[in-house]
């Protein structure tokens, strides 16, 4: 069987060892030539999401994409163009590009979501603000301000395919990052995890550095659980992976987003370290209509993701990478650019530069972190960065 995988990035990664585990025949199409480019049988090298150029390509059996809303979007789309099978149909995967109607059916559904308005609207609100592209996908162009929205609402509306910000109420709160899976309209909870990200007004807000999942942490899995179901069923999302942000404020569950799709953040690593499911075979498998295979139970304490990020510049030595892997309760040490990759400040999750995973009793995990971050070192050169 031949599979088609929009995108060749990291957040592709665990799709495309996942489809070479099972055996298929895995092309990417990707402009980039980075780590699950390389994996892949075949490259095509085009733009990941000029959608006109990728319709052309034909003689696949199944395709599948992930880690980004317009990837989805762009994957149930070919898949309708060409009648093959897809775990969404494009109107339900273009639901996270359209956040104001998106917050109006959650809503509808009697769930909390964080007030929005557009533009003038902003009078009903007070400050501070979240202001973001109504169509935005991985933080990009997200800030956080009281007193600087007409800037905020530029770089948003600059970041925005439509040209439109959205501008939504602060929820002070733990903010909580889920994964599932949703089969035949029943959605199942795998993990809840705290992100940790910027709240501060000058910096990139909402992109997770840190991500930790704890069996003994204190969670409301099951009402979450609930609540997601909810979700799910009200945004039309029948089969499919399930990456959701929540923020669990002091008057209860504010959803923020709710995707059908794997996270770009690494997360279907962590599900699989903490339950053993996992979440990129299932995908694939359900892309290309295959039974839903046999995940055996697993049981860690914790697990943390933390995000590597470096001077903007041009990439000129990584070190370290390989000597962090071997520390006991390192899971995953990785670089996800190559020397000579251009790197931006992080104004969006694409801008992380690499990761850690850290795994077993809370105790290895800190202190595998600690010695991994010491060691891998990412040398930059300055770079005229637009």
């Known amino acids: 069987m031949k599979i088609l995988i929009i995108g060749g990035g990291q957040a592709q990664l665990p799709l495309v060892e996942a489809a070479l585990a099972l055996n298929l025949h895995v092309t990417v199409v990707d402009e980039r030539r980075l780590e699950a480019s390389d994996l892949a049988h075949e490259v095509v090298v085009l733009n990941r999401y000029d959608y006109l150029a990728i319709s052309r390509l034909t003689g696949f059996d199944a395709v599948v994409s992930g880690g980004s809303d317009k990837a989805v979007?762009?994957?149930?789309?070919?898949?309708?163009?060409?009648?093959?099978?897809?775990?969404?149909?494009?109107?339900?995967?273009?639901?996270?590009?359209?956040?104001?109607?998106?917050?109006?059916?959650?809503?509808?559904?009697?769930?909390?979501?964080?007030?929005?308005?557009?533009?003038?609207?902003?009078?009903?609100?007070?400050?501070?603000?979240?202001?973001?592209?109504?169509?935005?996908?991985?933080?990009?162009?997200?800030?956080?301000?009281?007193?600087?929205?007409?800037?905020?609402?530029?770089?948003?509306?600059?970041?925005?395919?439509?040209?439109?910000?959205?501008i939504q109420e602060f929820i002070e709160g733990r903010e909580v990052g889920v994964n599932g899976f949703v089969s035949g309209g029943v959605f199942k909870l795998y993990t809840t995890s705290i992100r940790v990200a910027s709240r501060v007004a000058d910096e990139t807000f909402g992109v997770a550095l840190t991500k930790t999942y704890d069996k003994y942490l204190d969670m409301p899995n099951a009402e979450l659980e609930l609540i997601l179901g909810r979700a799910c069923h009200a945004l039309g999302y029948i089969d499919a992976p399930i990456y959701a942000q929540l923020i669990l404020g002091v008057d209860g569950c504010y959803i923020i987003e709710v995707m059908p799709r794997i996270s770009g953040g690494e997360d279907p690593r962590l599900v699989k370290l903490?339950?053993?499911?996992?979440?990129?075979?299932?995908?694939?498998?359900?892309?290309?209509?295959?039974?839903?295979?046999?995940?055996?139970?697993?049981?860690?304490?914790?697990?943390?993701?933390?995000?590597?990020?470096?001077?903007?510049?041009?990439?000129?030595?990584?070190?370290?990478?390989?000597?962090?892997?071997?520390?006991?309760?390192?899971?995953?040490?990785?670089?996800?650019?190559?020397?000579?990759?251009?790197?931006?400040?992080?104004?969006?999750?694409?801008?992380?530069?690499?990761?850690?995973?850290?795994?077993?009793?809370?105790?290895?995990?800190?202190?595998?972190?600690?010695?991994?971050?010491?060691?891998?070192?990412?040398?930059?050169?300055?770079?005229?960065?637009?």
């Open 73 to 166: 979007h762009l994957m149930a789309k070919y898949a309708h163009l060409h009648g093959l099978k897809a775990y969404v149909p494009p109107n339900v995967a273009e639901m996270p590009m359209c956040k104001g109607r998106t917050r109006a059916v959650l809503n509808k559904a009697g769930l909390k979501v964080p007030r929005s308005v557009y533009g003038s609207e902003v009078v009903n609100l007070k400050p501070p603000f979240v202001v973001k592209p109504v169509d935005g996908i991985g933080q990009k162009g997200v800030s956080f301000t009281s007193n600087g929205l007409t800037r905020a609402i530029e770089v948003a509306e600059e970041a925005s395919d439509t040209n439109t910000a959205l």
């Open 274 to 386: 903490a339950t053993g499911f996992d979440m990129a075979e299932a995908t694939v498998r359900l892309a290309c209509g295959m039974e839903g295979g046999v995940f055996p139970a697993r049981t860690v304490d914790n697990v943390q993701v933390q995000f590597l990020t470096a001077k903007p510049g041009i990439i000129e030595f990584i070190e370290g990478v390989e000597e962090a892997r071997a520390i006991e309760g390192v899971e995953e040490a990785r670089v996800f650019y190559k020397p000579g990759h251009v790197l931006g400040a992080v104004k969006s999750s694409r801008e992380r530069v690499g990761c850690i995973i850290a795994a077993g009793e809370k105790r290895i995990v800190a202190k595998a972190l600690k010695e991994a971050l010491a060691l891998i070192k990412i040398t930059t050169k300055l770079a005229n960065i637009t």
